[in-house]
């Protein structure tokens, strides 16, 4: 998917949601459990329950990766069902040496066919770079985590006052461009969600962290807007399991309108739709 069809879903949508598709067997409604494939049988159920609210979703590997064989087909199920006009985020937190992301990158863009991909910059440029090779597909940087431990390392500074967040942020806009590039920033650092936004003026930011992290997204929005929107905003927990029982998916519904309203009424104030 492209940027500017990107735009063109949240204008027609009047949303910025991404909805995490993480799906615990321990938390998921026990008549799926009957199912030969409960994980995509849940995952079916929200998208059908949403597709019309969210303009991305975001299913984090780890939550298929942990059930073998059976969770890479469970995945690769979920990825094929989700509507070819929605943004679709591998969370895998990659980057290896440069001719093993490059395999890495095609077992997510041309294996799963997801639009994107989250990859860790810690490696450096050749761990990066393979994945910006493909047409078309988005590498989702991690900058600014939304965990505690982002402090340990993001947070530190270089002898003339650069943070290591700041430099991955300058740095990689010499590999990618806001048309295939876009930077994670969690929710949970409003106090430096503005100075992200300041290096980084045109970018997509994923934002995690909103619902079950206590992630504001009024706050989000007042200091990560940009004149595109500029905003994917995640939710995964406080979405997927906000039902219960056979019916679990109303509520799911629900839980994923409540805020696409939210961001409905705020594209609204910003003359964006
Ligand atoms: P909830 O806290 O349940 O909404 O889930 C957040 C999702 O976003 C999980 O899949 C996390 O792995 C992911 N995430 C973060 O929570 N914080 C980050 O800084 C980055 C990510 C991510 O890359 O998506």
């Not at 997509?204 to 619902?211: A, I």
């Amino acid at each position: 998917m492209t940027r500017g069809e990107l735009i063109e879903q949240i204008k027609k949508k009047r949303s910025f949601l991404c909805i995490g598709l993480d799906p615990d067997l321990n938390k998921i409604p026990e008549h799926l459990l009957k199912e030969e494939d409960p994980i995509f049988e849940f995952n079916k159920a929200i998208i059908d329950a949403t597709k019309d609210l969210a303009v991305a979703y975001k299913p984090n590997i780890a939550f298929y990766e942990c059930h073998g064989a059976r969770g890479w087909e469970s995945l690769k199920k979920t990825l094929d069902y989700i509507p070819e006009d929605i943004f679709t985020i591998a969370d895998a937190k990659r980057g290896d040496i440069g001719n093993t992301s490059r395999y890495y990158a095609e077992t997510f863009f041309n294996y799963l066919k997801a639009d994107s991909v989250t990859v860790a910059p810690y490696m450096g440029s050749d761990s990066v770079l393979p994945f910006l090779e493909f047409e078309n597909k988005w590498v989702v940087l991690l900058a600014l985590t939304s965990n505690e431990g982002a402090k340990d390392f993001q947070m530190i500074e270089s002898i003339d006052g650069e943070k290591l967040f700041q430099r991955v942020l300058k740095c990689s806009q010499e590999w990618g461009t806001p048309e295939n590039m876009m930077f994670v920033v969690g929710a949970t650092r409003m106090e430096h969600i503005a100075e992200v936004r300041h290096i980084a003026k045109d970018y997509f930011f994923l934002v995690p962290g909103v619902g079950a992290q206590g992630g504001s997204l009024e706050e989000v929005v007042r200091y990560g807007w940009n004149k595109d929107c500029g905003l994917l905003v995640n939710s995964s927990r406080g979405i997927i399991y906000a039902g219960k029982g056979a019916n679990f998916s109303n509520q799911v519904r629900e839980a994923a309108k409540k805020l696409q309203q939210e961001m409905a009424e705020i594209l609204r104030e910003k003359k964006f739709v």
